[in-house]
């Protein structure tokens, strides 16, 4: 009789993770809208101000997609190292390993071709859940990495104001106020 293990038996919390993050974005997506709109907004507005805003607005745009592809790539290696452990530990050591802890009733896991639709139903759940976390976690990590383009953008109005002559700094002084307060979502 084939003895089945199973890889991680200690990590209920990460099932809600998932939830809760789902549950955030339906009870906050207004909030959520008006931050997308908002750097939408700057960024369609600033590109067409100087060549220091474009400059600002690339340098932010490829830390971002540096950011992504960080955190695609992590779990896309997560999720692949939890997918393919149980078939190199088979292969190493002739035992059985499920990646998750549920089994389909009436399937026999301890039979050829249980053991194979289990594992298959389970990658399954593995693909949509990592692709559920990466999209909510690039979401807010696309937010944070924004936060450095207000700063930049704000210090190249101030750094407008003191170029400018005396007579415009108050025109542009209320511009730069103006636009600041807009920063408060």
Known sequence: MLTV???YSNRKHLEFQGLAKYIF??????RIINIIKFIDDIYLECQKISENYRVILTKTANVAMIGMKLVGFLYTTTATSLVLFPLFYRLIF??????????????????TMGYFVH???QFICIFFGAFGNFSSDIFLIVLVLHVPLLKDIITEKLNELNRTQLKKRKTLLKDTFEWHQRCDL
Do not use: A, E
């Not at 974005?25 to 207004?30: F, Y």
């Open 25 to 30: 974005s339906l009870r906050r997506r207004q």
């Open 94 to 111: 002739g035992k059985r390993l499920f990646i998750m802890r549920f089994f389909i009733p009436g399937l026999d896991p301890n039979s």
């Open 119 to 121: 594992m298959l139903i």
């Open 5 to 7: 293990t199973y890889v």
